[in-house]
T-cell receptor, first 112, second 115 residues
Framework: KQEVTQIPAALSVPEGENLVLNCSFTDSAIYNLQWFRQDPGKGLTSLLLIQSSQREQTSGRLNASLDKSSGRSTLYIAASQPGDSATYLCAVNRPGTYKYIFGTGTRLKVLA | DAGVIQSPRHEVTEMGQEVTLRCKPISGHNSLFWYRQTMMRGLELLIYFNNNVPIDDSGMPEDRFSAKMPNASFSTLKIQPSEPRDSAVYFC?????????????FGSGTRLTVV
């Protein structure tokens, strides 16, 4: 059974810092890995999707890497801003399935 | 595109009442998903539809929950009778699945409180 873990559960950093969020999964037979952002009281916004054949994806100040063999992904946020404050979730699915398994998220607070 | 639209945004109901949550997916998307989010259990997939057909409903908690997708632009999730433990945020998501690229777009959710 696939389990997705995100560490740390919460993180507080000063503005401008570069930071790394971690995601680990127990079954390396994944098809896609997605990183989402969730603002309080809102839905989830997809940030980056990494297919199993890819090693990383970049969007603006965000960079996500995937190491299937070790069951890990990292989300790197450069030059963090207070607007980056949110909960970040990662999710994986198996080949041939639509079902994503979500981690419990990392709650990020960037202090001005 | 207005994105995935869910209604109502908030619902407060008494135990035993019927609750219906609604979702309009993004036009052209062929897959639709209902998720439930709670503090204790995080995000759980309840059911997903592909081309309006239910494919996997193994996450539906019990017979009190039912979901329908009568056409490509509308889906409902019904709870009858509702119980306090059903209180959660219910999300609908849709995606266009082409050669297995299952990226999601989520709606803003319905916050359900059963008292």
């Amino acid at each position: 059974k696939q389990e997705v873990t995100q560490i740390p559960a919460a993180l507080s950093v000063p503005e401008g810092e570069n930071l790394v969020l971690n995601c680990s999964f127990t079954d390396s037979a994944i098809y896609n890995l997605q990183w989402f952002r969730q603002d309080p009281g809102k839905g989830l916004t997809s940030l980056l999707l990494i297919q199993s054949s890819q090693r990383e994806q970049t969007s603006g100040r965000l960079n996500a890497s995937l190491d299937k063999s070790s069951g890990r992904s990292t989300l790197y946020i450069a030059a963090s801003q207070p607007g980056d404050s949110a909960t970040y979730l990662c999710a994986v699915n198996r080949p041939g399935t639509y079902k994503y398994i979500f981690g419990t998220g990392t709650r990020l607070k960037v202090l001005a | 595109d207005a994105g995935v639209i869910q209604s109502p945004r908030h619902e407060v109901t008494e135990m035993g009442q019927e609750v219906t949550l609604r979702c309009k997916p993004i036009s052209g998307h062929n897959s639709l998903f209902w998720y439930r989010q709670t503090m204790m259990r995080g995000l759980e997939l309840l059911i997903y539809f592909n081309n309006n057909v239910p494919i996997d409903d193994s996450g539906m908690p019990e017979d009190r929950f039912s979901a329908k997708m009568p056409n490509a632009s509308f889906s409902t999730l019904k709870i009858q009778p509702s119980e306090p433990r059903d209180s959660a945020v219910y999300f609908c998501a849709s995606s266009l699945t082409i050669r297995g690229h299952y990226g999601y777009t989520f709606g803003s959710g319905t916050r359900l409180t059963v008292v």
